[in-house]
């Protein structure tokens, strides 16, 4: 028996997900819950073979939530399945203990073999991203500057980039503006950039936005 516990704040989501794993394994029991709190709770009171984690949630980011999982259950395998391109998050969920990342896009069967995998000790991911991540290595390139923001700060930064103004990052993440204004200062100080007109043309120019 499989354990899964399906981690989205969209229900009809978390729904398909359930069809999709318990049609497409033999045997699989599938848990829920839809905000950071819940993940937690869940992950403490009861025994996973696997979450399956969305990056967006209300509240904490997912981002912040993996290293959560990582400190409570460092051998909990974490499969990321997310909206994002891969090029914009995957390289740092990966990095930061996720064994696995595919877009929600993804075909049920690609879903089920990511699955299979992960729950038996491996790391997925798809031909695209391993072809992407091998060209890294071969270029041996410096990592970009944003490699060295935290997982809000890069989250908020992707928001920026996409024209979201700091009253409505605000609201989305549940957070104060001043915490809000407050991080921004400290992007644009990592970055080196000194306004956020600067902030939206450095996420365009790398990928960082839809």
Known sequence: ????L??????????????ILVSG????????????QEVLEQVQSNAWDLVILDINLPGRSGLEVLGDLRRLRPKLPVLVLSMHAEDQ???????AGACGYLRKETAPE?????????????RYVSPTLAEKL???????AEAPTHERLSDREFEILRLIGSGKQ??????ELHLSVTTISTYRARILEKLNLS????????????????
Do not use: F
């Open 1 to 4: 028996m499989i354990r899964v």
């Open 6 to 19: 399906l981690v989205d704040d969209h229900p009809i989501l978390r729904r398909g997900l359930r069809e």
């Open 25 to 36: 394994l033999e045997s699989v029991v599938c848990g829920e819950a839809e905000n950071s």
């Open 89 to 95: 998050y995957a390289r740092r969920l990966l990095k």
């Open 110 to 122: 690609e879903l089920i073999a990511a699955v299979r995998k992960v729950v038996t000790g491996g």
């Open 134 to 140: 091998v060209l890294d290595l071969d270029a041996d």
């Open 166 to 171: 700091v009253s409505q990052i605000a609201e």
């Open 195 to 210: 306004t956020t007109a600067e902030l939206v043309r450095y996420a365009v120019r790398n990928n960082l936005v839809e």
